[in-house]
């Protein structure tokens, strides 16, 4: 269980970090300038993937990490 554990946590590391930056301008929102950070923006090709990727490696996190206490 616990190499299971390792093993998905250091993918989940890994997907994270290939991850683009949501939030393009983050010096213009610390000076107040013109930032569309919540403009509605639809993740298209790889960052799809990796958001979804990114999803499902947490959940499987989350559930081991609640097997494995209850074991």
């Not at 983050?26 to 923006?41: T, Y």
Request: charged share 15%.
């Amino acid at each position: 269980m616990e190499v299971l554990l390792l093993v998905v946590s250091i993918l989940l590391i890994i997907i994270v970090l290939l991850q683009s930056g949501k939030a393009d301008g983050g010096p213009q929102i610390i000076s107040g300038g013109q930032s569309e950070l919540f403009a509605n923006r639809k993740e298209r090709g790889s960052e799809l993937v990796l958001t979804r990727i990114t999803a499902a490696l947490a959940a499987a996190f989350f559930i081991i990490c609640l097997v494995a206490m209850f074991m």
